[in-house]
């Protein structure tokens, strides 16, 4: 065979062994191995903050069902009727009390909660790895629950107090929780709220991972598909778990006027507060706020992942050179 003048054929050979060789390509699934912290942290905060600030009004309308003495009047109508009573009453800020301390505790706790996600999905799942780990996923989604919900938990407190307390602010509210009742208070639910979060993490890991591989096999990015899988997981997640919710409320607003019962307003352990609950209110005590609780988390889980999906989206293009652009 002659010799060309773009070089020897031997070289001409191995240019196209390597052309052909399957390029390493990074799983969209996961943040890239060249992604710093601070990426993680950004997209997991925006999400966060997405996911609390859009179906707000019904969370605060799930938490003052879950507290009244008279639920009732609460349970009689729709969501759409029964946040209308409450705006006509109390004006148009009343369904946002508590806001605040969302906006500013959900974003640290949500950065927290992604990252430490991804960096046990990492250590857990090697990166070439296509395979379907449901077990690991969900011990994943049960350890970044566990160290976010430790930060938040207080945020949360405040928030629930606050959605009952329509005059108070933030500082001022969280200043008379400390005085009246200790440091304690921010974390009398957290055990309850650790019970409750790390199945509801776990499945929703596994849900929505579980999902995208059916609906969507290549892992590309598609925000459609990212919105359906976070909805299915967040609905599911949501009923699932109502009764744990249910529990962590009473042990939130215990220091509340609206929580009516003494034996409500005593409880400070799960146990106390799982017994009360029973003795009030019986067993429909635990599932007291369920429709609003998975109306507003479908929606809500839906825009955590797209939110979260579509940082890592964008980020992911920032860390790519033009070179794997190409390739990909």
């Known amino acids: 065979m002659a010799t060309t003048k773009e070089g020897n054929p031997?070289?001409?050979?191995?240019?196209?062994?390597?052309?052909?060789?399957?390029?390493?390509?990074?799983?969209?699934?996961?943040?890239?191995?060249t992604a710093p912290l601070s990426s993680q942290l950004m997209a997991g905060a925006f999400a966060g903050i997405m996911e609390h600030m859009v179906m707000f009004p019904v969370d605060s309308l799930k938490t003052?069902?879950?507290?009244?003495?008279?639920?009732?009047?609460?349970?009689?109508?729709?969501?759409?009727?029964?946040?209308k009573n409450i705006i006509h009453t109390q004006g148009y800020l009343a369904p946002w009390k508590g806001?605040?301390?969302?906006?500013?505790?959900?974003?640290?706790?949500?950065?927290?909660?992604?990252?430490?996600?991804?960096?046990?999905?990492?250590?857990?799942?090697?990166?070439?790895d296509t395979g379907y780990h449901p077990f690991k996923i969900a011990l994943c989604g049960a350890t970044a629950t566990t160290?976010?919900?430790?930060?938040?938990?207080?945020?949360?407190?405040?928030?629930?107090?606050l959605q009952l307390n329509?005059?108070?602010?933030?500082?001022?509210?969280?200043?008379?929780?400390?005085?009246?009742?200790?440091?304690?208070?921010?974390?009398?639910?957290?055990?309850?709220?650790?019970?409750m979060d790390i199945p509801f993490a776990a499945f929703n890991f596994v849900i929505y991972e579980s999902t995208t591989k059916f609906f969507n096999p290549t892992n590309s990015y598609n925000p459609?598909?990212?919105?359906?899988?976070?909805?299915?997981?967040?609905?599911?997640?949501?009923?699932i778990t109502t009764p744990l919710d249910?529990?962590?409320?009473?042990?939130?607003?215990?220091?509340?006027?609206?929580?009516?019962?003494?034996?409500?307003?005593?409880?400070?352990?799960?146990?106390?507060?799982?017994?009360?609950?029973?003795?009030?209110?019986?067993?429909k005590g635990f599932v007291r706020g369920m429709k609003p609780r998975v109306i507003a988390n479908m929606p809500a889980t839906a825009i955590s992942w797209t939110a979260y999906e579509c940082a890592k989206h964008f980020l992911m293009r920032g860390s790519t050179t033009p070179e794997e652009e190409s390739l990909v």
């Open 99 to 128: 806001v605040q301390a969302i906006l500013v505790g959900a974003g640290p706790a949500h950065a927290i909660y992604f990252a430490t996600y991804e960096a046990c999905k990492s250590r857990l799942i090697k990166e070439n």
């Open 246 to 283: 249910c529990i962590k409320t009473i042990l939130q607003v215990r220091g509340s006027e609206t929580l009516g019962s003494g034996q409500l307003k005593k409880a400070s352990t799960m146990t106390e507060a799982a017994k009360a609950i029973y003795s009030v209110r019986g067993w």
């Open 224 to 239: 459609f598909i990212h919105c359906l899988c976070g909805g299915i997981s967040g609905a599911t997640c949501a009923a």
């Open 64 to 83: 003052r069902i879950q507290s009244s003495s008279s639920p009732l009047k609460l349970m009689s109508s729709n969501i759409s009727t029964q946040l």
């Open 10 to 33: 031997t070289d001409y050979l191995a240019h196209m062994s390597e052309l052909d060789s399957p390029v390493e390509v990074e799983d969209y699934e996961s943040m890239p191995s």
């Open 166 to 195: 329509y005059n108070g602010r933030i500082w001022n509210m969280t200043k008379t929780i400390y005085q009246n009742e200790g440091l304690a208070a921010f974390y009398y639910s957290y055990p309850t709220t650790i019970a």
């Open 147 to 161: 160290v976010s919900d430790f930060l938040f938990n207080p945020f949360d407190t405040v928030k629930q107090r």
